[in-house]
């Protein structure tokens, strides 16, 4: 709480109504009152000082902005001090004219105006500050000048290395709250607020209700409650309200990586609730604890054991929400050692490694930097305002003292589990130099993730999800579609089908249902690179499940009955394949595009194909790619990881399967493929056409482009179905597609239309292409984009099993089991420019492969 909100108050009798309390440390006594209008008074008399602080507290800050007017709240502030009627010098020239100083700033939640000057001089100070901010004329040269002045301080401010990284965290840490944006708001909303919108905004929030007075010093009781009513009893205008939003602890940590330092600092940043005076207390106690002097924790696990160079924790309360900071200013080289030690004494904390001693010693250092804030007027009249605009009430200052030597340990602990580890941080480098690999090691420390390996060598990996009732698990290997042959095509879906229907021990009727008893699902599964078993079951059965999966890999048998059912299923699903003309024709195409390897054989394999196969080739298949080392186990929910460790070990770490080296490895030595193929399917009234380019393959650096490339030009939203359909009435059915494997990847638009309109098509389709590579692309559309896309990627992942399964690809096919966390900062970081320049090494509207399937004449 490093800037120590406003509840209602009791109305008037007549006009006014007078609350006093006991200033416990200053024998002096705090007195509010509330006129009519709504307008607080604070006062603490002390008659022996010689001057007077005052401070005017108007609830309303950068937070209450629209997004197109960010720096409007700020702007008014500056326009305040400018000439009035009654003052043609301005505020300041007043002030300062009777020997005093005046100055003002603007923060998320609310804009101060403070002053201090001899005691004679109080009434003539109130009289100018009331007209300044009751009464601004928003001159429009003056208005002119003074958004100028404002655009110079943000270009200040982004030229401080530290100024721009503190507010490169607060973007981070902030998705939708107006925290994420800059007080001083960006150049291009200044320079389209207009005279009209600073009037609105000012007539809108400038009220009554939303103002505090705060007056600390010497004067005259009686005189000085006549000057505010007359000056500031006005008739009040009310305002609207917002709704308070907070948007909860980060469900995943994030990275950024600011250049242009001397040195380098590391910054941990949590999200943590909006100003609570109890909570708040407690995030101050844990500031101390971790970072407040040198017998500090994170000072000896840091600074005394050479990792840093210093370190410093911040607790930062705001209205609607805040952040828990730590920064540090690491040894080069050992930032990984420095993230692993915070996370070390924050899991210590968490778990009950607080002494008394030290909480005690940190309780005193609040206190002692309590007092010390009480040394001057002009500090008294800041911490009052704060409590009556940020906790609805001053007099509750003098419970600070009170409530901090209250907090027990049990309470600290509470707070480091809520919101400091069941939540992540957004990790922030300030450096002079980029380094390789860095990202992905910082993330790692804070992964939610926890990766073992058991005896045989297979990876296990825990994303622990707390309050799920089931746990899902996946179970993958490397192998799949790349490793087939023309010969054994549709294997691995065979496979697939097969793992559940049968082991040495139990059938499939069997197997089925103990799945039934135990609430459970278990499920082959197949694709270009991987396969293997995915399945859920409620947790109290999960020893049962882990058990029964355990039967089905190392004794599967693919008993002939059940493998020659599944082959005739397979037989079915190639025949409605084959009728499903969309379908079909993306087969087609992918023969096509990727003739002589594996990527374009049909998964299912061809009639032939699977006729010919056997129980023997299942089972050779499985002995060669179905082993320990080819294996990611994954498993998603609400489990300790030591007791799961030895679940799987007990009933996986035995070595089966020796395996062999199989299918093929090789990646494509890429030419570009340009055909033009028509392939007649029979009697119909649509031609499919398909229009491909190579695209990324799954570990290119360009994965996420082409992953938004799908979103922004898909959808409704997109420009071939405003372009093809809404506009030209082309088509109904349009859409754009990317698909990546880990040796290749291809994209394309696909539509189906009728024959008579295949030309116009085609010459649409490459208009539409031509226009995206040569024309800029908006900032908004690709905002658009990457919020419908990041949107749906949360709601895809919010499905356990299906984030098993994901967890265990990336981690079996290179990309590491993390990467679905870093994967929308990698999206939210691609700018207009370089999203297009990424397009443009693929893309070719001249080029490309075309498929049509026609129907026949």
Same mark, same amino acid.
């Given at each position: 709480?490093?800037?120590?909100?406003?509840?209602?108050?009791?109305?008037?009798?007549?006009?006014?109504?007078?609350? $006093?309390?006991? =200033?416990?440390?200053?024998?002096?006594?705090?007195?509010?009152?509330?006129?009519?209008?709504?307008?607080?008074?604070?006062?603490?008399?002390?008659?022996?000082?010689?001057?007077?602080?005052?401070?005017?507290?108007?609830?309303?800050?950068?937070?209450?902005?629209?997004?197109?007017?960010?720096?409007?709240?700020?702007?008014?502030?500056? !326009?305040?001090?400018?000439?009035?009627?009654?003052?043609?010098?301005?505020?300041?020239?007043?002030?300062?004219?009777?020997?005093?100083?005046?100055?003002?700033? @603007?923060?998320? +939640?609310?804009?101060?105006?403070?002053?201090?000057?001899?005691?004679?001089?109080?009434?003539?100070?109130?009289?100018?500050?009331?007209?300044?901010?009751?009464?601004?004329?928003?001159?429009?040269?003056?208005?002119?000048?003074?958004?100028?002045?404002?655009?110079?301080?943000?270009?200040?401010?982004?030229?401080?290395?530290?100024?721009?990284?503190?507010?490169?965290?607060?973007?981070?840490?902030?998705?939708?709250?107006?925290?994420?944006?800059?007080?001083?708001?960006?150049?291009?909303?200044?320079?389209?607020?207009?005279?009209?919108?600073?009037?609105?905004?000012?007539?809108?929030?400038?009220?009554?209700?939303?103002?505090?007075? &705060?007056?600390?010093?010497?004067? +005259?009781?009686?005189?000085?409650?006549?000057?505010?009513?007359?000056?500031?009893?006005?008739?009040?205008?009310?305002?609207?309200?917002?709704?308070?939003?907070?948007?909860?602890?980060?469900?995943?940590?994030?990275?950024? &990586?600011?250049?242009?330092?001397?040195?380098?600092?590391?910054?941990?940043?949590?999200?943590?609730?909006?100003?609570?005076?109890?909570?708040?207390?407690?995030?101050?106690?844990?500031?101390?604890?971790?970072?407040?002097?040198?017998?500090?924790?994170?000072?000896?696990?840091?600074?005394?054991?050479?990792?840093?160079?210093?370190?410093?924790?911040?607790?930062?309360?705001?209205?609607?929400?805040?952040?828990? $900071?730590?920064?540090? $200013?690491?040894?080069?080289?050992?930032?990984?050692?420095?993230?692993?030690?915070?996370?070390?004494?924050?899991?210590?904390?968490?778990?009950?490694?607080?002494?008394?001693?030290?909480?005690?010693?940190?309780?005193?250092?609040?206190?002692?930097?309590?007092?010390?804030?009480?040394?001057?007027?002009?500090?008294?009249?800041?911490?009052?305002?704060?409590?009556? &605009?940020?906790?609805?009430?001053?007099?509750?200052?003098?419970?600070?003292?009170?409530?901090?030597?209250?907090?027990?340990?049990?309470?600290?602990?509470?707070?480091?589990?809520?919101?400091?580890?069941?939540?992540?941080?957004?990790?922030?480098?300030?450096?002079?130099?980029?380094?390789?690999?860095?990202?992905?090691?910082?993330?790692?420390?804070?992964?939610?993730?926890?990766?073992?390996?058991?005896?045989?060598?297979?990876?296990?990996?825990?994303?622990?999800?707390?309050?799920?009732?089931?746990?899902?698990?996946?179970?993958?290997?490397?192998?799949?579609?790349?490793?087939?042959?023309?010969?054994?095509?549709?294997?691995?879906?065979?496979?697939?089908?097969?793992?559940?229907?049968?082991?040495?021990?139990?059938?499939?009727?069997?197997?089925?249902?103990?799945?039934?008893? !135990?609430?459970?699902?278990?499920?082959?599964?197949?694709?270009?690179?991987?396969?293997?078993?995915?399945?859920?079951?409620?947790?109290?059965?999960?020893?049962?499940?882990?058990?029964? /999966?355990?039967?089905?890999?190392?004794?599967?048998?693919?008993?002939?009955?059940?493998?020659?059912?599944?082959?005739?299923?397979?037989?079915?699903?190639?025949?409605?394949?084959?009728?499903?003309? @969309?379908?079909?024709?993306?087969?087609?195409?992918?023969?096509?595009?990727?003739?002589?390897?594996?990527?374009?054989?049909?998964?299912?394999? @061809?009639?032939?194909?699977?006729?010919?196969?056997?129980?023997?080739?299942? !089972?050779?298949?499985?002995?060669?790619?179905? $082993?320990?080392?080819?294996?990611?186990?994954?498993?998603?929910? +609400?489990?300790?990881?030591?007791?799961?460790?030895?679940?799987?070990?007990?009933?996986?770490?035995?070595? =089966?399967? @020796?395996?062999?080296?199989?299918?093929?490895?090789?990646?494509?030595?890429?030419?570009?493929?340009?055909?033009?193929?028509?392939?007649?399917?029979?009697?119909?009234?649509?031609?499919?056409?398909?229009?491909?380019?190579?695209?990324?393959?799954?570990?290119?650096?360009?994965?996420?482009?082409?992953?938004?490339?799908?979103?922004?030009?898909?959808?409704?939203?997109?420009?071939?179905?405003?372009?093809?359909?809404?506009?030209?009435?082309?088509?109904?059915?349009?859409?754009?597609?990317?698909?990546?494997?880990?040796?290749?990847?291809?994209?394309?638009?696909?539509?189906?239309?009728?024959?008579?309109?295949?030309?116009?098509?085609?010459?649409? /389709?490459?208009?539409?292409?031509?226009? /995206?590579?040569?024309?800029?692309?908006?900032?908004?559309?690709?905002?658009?984009?990457?919020?419908?896309?990041?949107?749906?990627?949360?709601?895809?992942?919010?499905?356990?099993?299906?984030?098993?399964?994901?967890?265990?690809?990336?981690?079996?096919?290179?990309?590491?089991?993390?990467?679905?966390?870093?994967?929308?900062?990698?999206?939210?970081?691609?700018?207009?420019?370089?999203?297009?320049?990424?397009?443009?090494?693929?893309?070719?509207?001249?080029?490309?492969?075309?498929?049509?399937?026609?129907?026949?004449?």
């Amino acid at each position: 709480m490093k800037r120590p909100f406003v509840s209602k108050v009791f109305c008037a009798c007549f006009f006014l109504l007078w609350f $006093t309390s006991a =200033w416990a440390y200053y024998g002096t006594k705090v007195e509010r009152l509330r006129l009519p209008n709504g307008f607080r008074l604070v006062l603490l008399e002390e008659p022996s000082k010689e001057v007077v602080s005052s401070q005017l507290w108007i609830e309303v800050g950068s937070a209450y902005e629209e997004e197109s007017q960010a720096g409007i709240a700020h702007l008014i502030e500056h !326009m305040i001090f400018k000439p009035t009627q009654k003052n043609p010098e301005g505020v300041a020239s007043v002030i300062e004219s009777i020997g005093g100083r005046i100055n003002a700033f @603007t923060s998320f +939640d609310y804009t101060v105006f403070h002053f201090t000057v001899k005691s004679k001089g109080l009434g003539k100070a109130l009289e100018a500050l009331a007209d300044a901010v009751l009464a601004p004329l928003f001159d429009p040269e003056e208005l002119e000048r003074e958004r100028e002045v404002v655009i110079e301080e943000i270009k200040m401010s982004r030229d401080d290395p530290d100024k721009k990284f503190r507010q490169a965290l607060w973007a981070n840490a902030f998705e939708a709250h107006p925290y994420r944006r800059p007080i001083l708001g960006f150049e291009g909303s200044l320079k389209e607020v207009k005279r009209e919108d600073l009037i609105r905004f000012h007539s809108t929030w400038y009220v009554p209700q939303r103002m505090v007075l &705060v007056v600390v010093g010497a004067f +005259d009781k009686g005189r000085l409650k006549a000057q505010v009513e007359r000056l500031f009893g006005i008739e009040g205008r009310s305002s609207p309200s917002r709704l308070p939003l907070y948007e909860g602890p980060l469900r995943r940590p994030k990275f950024f &990586v600011q250049m242009g330092a001397q040195r380098e600092v590391i910054s941990l940043a949590f999200r943590i609730p909006g100003m609570s005076l109890e909570e708040a207390l407690v995030f101050d106690l844990l500031e101390e604890l971790l970072a407040g002097g040198r017998n500090s924790r994170l000072f000896k696990s840091l600074v005394e054991k050479d990792l840093a160079v210093s370190v410093e924790a911040r607790s930062i309360t705001l209205k609607e929400s805040g952040l828990f $900071t730590v920064e540090v $200013t690491p040894k080069r080289g050992r930032e990984v050692e420095v993230l692993k030690a915070i996370k070390e004494e924050l899991q210590s904390m968490a778990i009950g490694g607080l002494t008394k001693d030290e909480i005690e010693r940190a309780k005193k250092r609040l206190e002692r930097n309590l007092f010390y804030s009480f040394e001057t007027t002009e500090e008294k009249a800041h911490l009052l305002g704060f409590f009556e &605009v940020m906790l609805g009430n001053a007099e509750l200052l003098q419970d600070y003292v009170r409530i901090i030597r209250g907090i027990k340990e049990k309470e600290v602990s509470e707070i480091v589990k809520k919101y400091l580890l069941k939540g992540f941080p957004v990790i922030g480098i300030l450096t002079s130099q980029e380094r390789e690999g860095v990202e992905d090691r910082l993330l790692g420390v804070f992964s939610p993730l926890v990766a073992s390996r058991l005896n045989n060598g297979a990876k296990l990996l825990l994303l622990k999800r707390e309050g799920l009732p089931t746990v899902a698990v996946t179970v993958a290997f490397h192998g799949g579609v790349s490793c087939e042959s023309e010969q054994k095509g549709g294997i691995t879906a065979l496979l697939a089908k097969g793992l559940t229907r049968g082991t040495f021990g139990l059938s499939a009727s069997e197997i089925s249902s103990r799945l039934e008893k !135990m609430g459970g699902m278990l499920e082959g599964f197949y694709g270009r690179d991987a396969f293997g078993l995915k399945g859920k079951v409620v947790k109290e059965n999960l020893k049962d499940f882990v058990k029964l /999966l355990s039967e089905v890999i190392l004794k599967v048998s693919f008993p002939r009955q059940e493998v020659d059912k599944a082959k005739e299923e397979q037989l079915e699903e190639i025949k409605r394949q084959r009728e499903n003309l @969309t379908a079909y024709a993306f087969q087609l195409f992918r023969s096509e595009f990727f003739k002589g390897h594996p990527y374009g054989l049909n998964p299912l394999g @061809t009639e032939e194909s699977v006729k010919g196969l056997s129980r023997e080739d299942l !089972m050779e298949y499985w002995r060669s790619f179905a $082993t320990p080392d080819r294996m990611v186990i994954s498993v998603v929910g +609400d489990v300790e990881p030591e007791a799961l460790f030895k679940l799987f070990e007990k009933a996986l770490g035995v070595k =089966w399967n @020796t395996g062999k080296e199989g299918g093929i490895d090789r990646a494509f030595a890429w030419v570009p493929p340009r055909f033009f193929k028509e392939v007649e399917y029979g009697k119909g009234e649509q031609v499919h056409i398909i229009w491909g380019f190579p695209a990324p393959e799954f570990l290119s650096q360009d994965y996420e482009a082409f992953t938004l490339l799908e979103a922004f030009l898909g959808g409704q939203k997109g420009r071939p179905f405003k372009r093809l359909r809404e506009e030209l009435g082309l088509a109904y059915q349009i859409s754009f597609f990317y698909s990546a494997g880990s040796k290749g990847g291809y994209c394309g638009f696909y539509l189906s239309t009728s024959p008579e309109k295949l030309e116009v098509s085609k010459e649409a /389709l490459k208009e539409v292409l031509k226009d /995206l590579l040569t024309e800029q692309i908006r900032e908004d559309e690709l905002e658009n984009a990457k919020e419908y896309l990041l949107s749906n990627y949360e709601i895809d992942l919010e499905d356990p099993l299906r984030l098993s399964l994901v967890i265990a690809l990336d981690e079996l096919n290179g990309r590491g089991a993390s990467y679905h966390l870093a994967f929308p900062e990698k999206v939210k970081a691609l700018s207009p420019f370089v999203f297009s320049r990424k397009l443009k090494g693929y893309l070719n509207p001249e080029g490309g492969a075309w498929l049509l399937l026609k129907p026949s004449p």
